[in-house]
């Protein structure tokens, strides 16, 4: 049985820093692409950023995390981290993880391109 397994998370203030990490494991067919969603309370779940392992290592990033966040994986573990820094009170959200094999036609920013999902830690971050 498939299992998106977080970790990471928790609470910090303005400034600071956090890890998220993740780990897919079960019967899922090559997977080649992990990213990161959240949830921002009272808003809709949004992209964060993605890694994609095809003809080479693509990341992307929405751009009010760029420069802040950095995503990186190991595709033969099926595992991906997240290093948050500079964290802003504005980047407290339910966070989750994604996963797949993306086809070529397959957006790694876009919700619907992942059938796999975990359940989501938490980041709040204070000022």
């Known amino acids: 049985q498939e299992q998106v397994v977080e970790s990471g998370g928790g609470s910090v203030e303005a400034g600071g820093s956090l890890e998220l990490s993740c780990v897919i494991s079960g019967s899922i067919f090559d997977i080649n692409g992990m990213a990161w969603f959240r949830q921002r309370p009272g808003n809709e779940r949004e992209f964060v950023t993605a890694?994609?392992?095809?003809?080479?290592?693509?990341?992307y990033y929405r751009d009010s995390v760029k420069g802040r966040f950095t995503i990186s994986g190991d595709n033969a573990r099926n595992t991906m981290i997240l290093q948050m820094n500079s964290l802003k009170p504005e980047d407290t959200a339910v966070y989750y993880c994604?996963?797949?094999?993306?086809?070529?036609?397959?957006?790694?920013?876009?919700?619907?391109?992942?059938?796999?999902w975990g359940h989501g830690p938490q980041v709040t971050v204070s000022l």
């Open positions: 994604a996963g797949d094999h993306l086809w070529d036609m397959d957006d790694a920013t876009e919700q619907p391109s992942y059938d796999y």
């Open positions: 890694i994609r392992w095809s003809g080479g290592v693509r990341t």
